[in-house]
């Protein structure tokens, strides 16, 4: 995987992601979500639709059938 870089909230600079893990979140957005690796602090990052890894579409919410 590639390295990924975030701006660390603690350490108020841009950082390789530690440990990245690519992940799509509810809307269907891939981010990628790792640490810090001065301080440890979580970071995450959105990812462009280019470097976004072919994930599953989230099911949709069918209603319950009226029957």
Partial sequence: ???????CMKCRTERTVKDAQ???TKNGRT???GTCPVCG???????PK???VATPDPAPDT????A
């Fill in 31 to 33: 981010a990628a979500q």
């Fill in 50 to 52: 280019s470097k976004a």
């Fill in 22 to 24: 690519i992940i799509a």
């Fill in 1 to 7: 995987m590639e390295e990924v870089k975030g701006y």
């Fill in 41 to 47: 602090t979580k970071m995450f990052k959105f990812l």
């Fill in 63 to 66: 209603p319950p059938s009226a």
